[in-house]
């Protein structure tokens, strides 16, 4: 059995009669975007190396304008289910050539067609899968390059705060309102004023201190520099002879007796 015929194929169309372009040439682009989903053909046109590709990509836009404002579909859920090619009528033109003879040029025009339809239930169901996944997949990639952006300058803000201290001043704690603060403070004031007061009494104690000590040493000195002596002067005292022992005694007793 004979498919449908051109005229009666289901969807809604877009068409261009008499566009001054060669059929052949045109063919080469709508075969490219046959049965694929309405945003990737018009990716494809966008990049084609192909001037025909900017006729055949307007009269998409036209195609998927009439489907969204006459009958109500959405553009993210039509392809293209059908276009072609047809050929239009052929302008005939001459050239001279050498010996008197001419050339023909022939001025080739075409028809194009462009039909779009709603994707199929199972079909669309994919489609929506897999851009719910890409879409899944660039949230996470942007989500990873802010937390790493947010890594990095964290990193960054405390290596500057390592090198350069004193650009960077500690917090100051806040304090809240009540009476069990209050309190606190008051106590943490009286401390403080405590330690303050015996740390002033010891200082003073040791100036005090060494005070007294440089003035005896000045004194020292000048009694010293009265008397005409350097140095203090040491008392001889005379060192008794050690007692001789009791032989020793006994044998001098002995000699004096015999001189005697």
Known sequence: MPGPKTNEREGTRAVLRHCLVSPYKLREVVDAIRGKPVH????LLRFVERDAASIVGKLLASAVANAANNDGLDPEELFVSACYVDEGPTAKRWRPRARGRAARIRKRSAHITVIVSRLPEARLARLQARRRAENLAMRARRVEATR???????????R????????????EAETTEGEGTA?????????????????????????????????????????A???????????????????EPPEAQAETDGDEEKDS
């Open 40 to 43: 990737e053909a018009a990716d």
């Open 183 to 223: 309190e606190t403070t008051e106590t943490a004031s009286t401390l403080g004023t405590t330690e303050e007061l015996e740390s002033t009494d010891a200082t003073e104690t040791t100036d005090a201190t060494e005070t007294a000590e440089t003035t005896e040493t000045a004194e020292t000195t000048e009694t």
């Open 160 to 171: 500057r705060e390592r090198r350069h201290p004193e650009a960077f001043p500690a917090p």
């Open 148 to 158: 790493q952006a947010r890594a990095e300058t964290t990193e960054g803000a405390s």
């Open 225 to 243: 520099g009265a008397s005409g002596t350097e140095e203090p002067v040491v008392a001889e005292t005379e060192v008794a002879p050690a007692p």
